[in-house]
């Protein structure tokens, strides 16, 4: 290895988790905070923080100049973004690498292309790849025309806008007219463009991941898959590896797609290939790729026995990949259980604050990663992830077991969180029998 | 037959000189590889500097305030290395009155006192990297 000091571009347990490996490697680390940050554990932990800069992360976080001028003037090597915030700017790769300084993760050429929507479903699709059915449209007559094609229910969108902003469901002929008068106007008002994205919506759908890695020298290999379907308004709340009730065709397939993906757009480093499954139809489409590390990505660290932290870093250093496809075998099941400061009683709202006591018991395959202890506060600027839970045994029946004790053990005080809906979770009997989709729990907490 | 030091850099002067990109002399004595434009790199990278630790935050001086850093980047005390500095001990400042610059990837921002009085201490080294909200200057105020 030759990366000697990180500069972590990052907060939170994400910064902890990071640090960890630093420590475990022999790399210095230095962790960029932003004044409210600047007693976090993660601070403590690294060799050195920076203030980057005020508390709202576009003045911190965000800043791509502030954060290379860190890692330069605290004489880093390597810069890693962790997820959300930098993690996938094309700008921050090209100023790392433009300064001298080793991005852990993918060039800025293959973030640019994997985070433009249209570009990538291209991709996917000229790689052979089945895609959500869908294509651009002006007119009500082609949104007729393809509703006619791949049936109801459709969605619209602004062709030019993202964010999932404006998105228009229509499950028949008169939901779709009036949908599309309104998606157009919105569409010509917000963008100056009418173009509208039509596709087909994938009613009872799994979201099923593959964690791929490439090296510098032309291999890829995939990490299995992680089943995330259990969401709250397209939150992860619950991830699990490998992906239960899952045919074993189409999971060979599902990961050989996800190779395949990873290779078409030239992937380096550690990245996840999501699909949505559709399981009425035993099939499934290409969904997006994530050009970082993932939150869910310890439950396959768990079941592959990895550091993917050090393998990210291994892999920015120029280290071949250590091990081929035929050498990497999941042992057992991994669940994630992600605690957040959101109060059930607000509708989820979140809730910043101070935490005035915080204990995650030790039980033989549970793995806690967080930022908070005692004392922690979770200011209102940021996500309200406070810790991930992380059961491993040698049976999915084992990993509930265990998280559930886990969530009972759990002491949390002086914020709401939603502990007790993630009980709730793993104890239900659909859960239990791994039978849920990405709509389930909106569903059953009607 | 062995080479002393001054038969190398006798040889590498020669390579500069000529349109060779790398050379290869071997003898049953010595093997000599020579390549132009490449660095060496010893395993495990180069020695690292140490890591420079924060400033430490000086403590308050009663009757006098601080000039904190607007954001992070090198502090340079002069407009160019043969600039005198901005200011110094002694000198008064208005709050226009720049006095220092911070670099942020290659970017001057001029950093102005914010505050009029005359500078009593200079807190940071120039050249360094200074954080946000890091002291820089101490003032007495005017009027105080």
């Known amino acids: 290895m030759t990366i000697a000091r990180l500069f972590i571009a990052n907060r939170g347990e994400i910064a902890v988790r990071i640090v960890r490996t630093c420590r475990e490697l022999g790399i210095e680390s230095v962790v960029g905070v932003s004044t409210v940050d600047r007693d976090s554990l993660a601070a403590e932990l690294a060799d050195r923080a920076v203030v980057l800069g005020p508390a709202h992360a576009s003045e911190s976080y965000l800043r791509v100049d502030t954060n290379v001028a860190a890692a330069l003037g605290t004489g880093c090597d390597a810069i890693h973004p962790g997820y959300g915030f930098l993690a996938e700017s094309p700008a921050l790769a090209s100023a790392a690498t433009a300064a001298g300084l080793r991005f852990v993760g993918p060039p800025a050429q293959v973030i640019a292309t994997a985070g433009d929507k249209l570009k990538a479903r291209a991709l996917a699709q000229d790689a052979g790849l089945p895609v959500v059915p869908g294509r651009e449209i002006v007119t009500l007559a082609q949104a ?258 265990t998280m559930g004790q886990a969530l009972a053990l759990l002491e949390v005080e002086g914020v709401a969180t939603n502990r007790e809906l993630l009980a709730r979770i793993i104890a239900h009997p659909r859960f239990v029998a791994g039978d849920v989709s990405t709509t389930w729990l909106a569903e059953a907490l009607r | 037959m062995a080479l002393s030091d001054e038969d190398v850099r006798e040889i590498l002067r020669i390579i500069d000189s000529s349109q060779l990109e790398e050379l290869t002399i071997e003898t049953p004595a010595f093997l000599l590889h020579v390549i132009k434009g490449a660095t060496t790199s010893s395993p495990g990278g180069a020695p690292l500097e140490a890591l420079p630790a924060p400033t430490p935050t000086p403590p308050p001086v009663a009757g006098t305030l601080e000039i904190v850093a607007p954001m992070l980047g090198t502090f340079y005390r002069t407009e160019s290395p043969s600039h005198p500095p901005f200011v110094d001990v002694g000198d008064d400042v208005l709050s226009d009155t720049v006095v220092c610059l911070i670099e942020v990837m290659k970017l001057m921002n001029h950093i102005q006192a914010g505050v009029a009085g005359t500078i009593v201490e200079v807190l940071a080294q120039s050249g360094e990297l200074v954080e946000f909200g890091q002291p820089l200057f101490r003032v007495a105020p005017d009027g105080a």
Request: proline letters at 5%; aromatic letters at 6%.
């Open chain 1, 144 to 401: 007729e025309a393809f509703a006619g094609e791949h049936g109801y229910p459709v969605l619209l969108k602004a062709a030019a806008g993202g964010g999932g902003r404006g998105i228009k469901l229509a499950g028949d002929l008169e939901q779709l007219r009036l949908g599309h008068a309104l998606a157009r106007a919105e569409a010509g008002a917000a963008f100056g463009d009418e173009r509208l994205y039509i596709e087909r919506l994938i009613a009872t759908a799994r979201h099923i991941e593959v964690q791929i890695a490439a090296d510098d020298h032309g291999a890829v290999i995939e990490f299995g898959e992680r089943d995330c379907s259990t969401q709250r308004r397209y939150q992860k709340l619950v991830e699990e590896a490998p992906a239960p009730a899952l045919a074993p065709g189409l999971r060979t397939e599902l990961l050989a797609a996800g190779v395949t993906f990873a290779r078409a757009i030239g992937y380096r480093n550690l990245g996840t290939v999501e699909f949505v499954v559709d399981v009425a139809a035993g099939s499934f489409h290409f969904l997006e790729c994530n050009c970082r590390i993932q939150v869910e990505h310890p439950v396959t660290e768990a079941v592959y026995g990895l550091d993917l932290v050090a393998l990210q870093l291994a892999i920015a250093d120029g280290e071949p990949l250590a091990f081929a496809q035929a050498d990497v075998a999941a042992h057992g099941h991994a669940l994630e259980c992600r605690l957040v400061a959101e109060d059930p009683a607000r509708d989820f709202a979140p809730s910043p604050g101070r935490v005035t006591r915080f204990a995650a018991p030790t039980l033989p395959g549970l793995r806690v990663d967080t930022h908070c202890r005692d004392g922690t506060l979770i200011p209102p600027f940021y996500d309200s992830l406070m810790a991930k839970l992380i059961a491993h045994a040698p049976d999915r029946d084992g990993a509930l077991a």
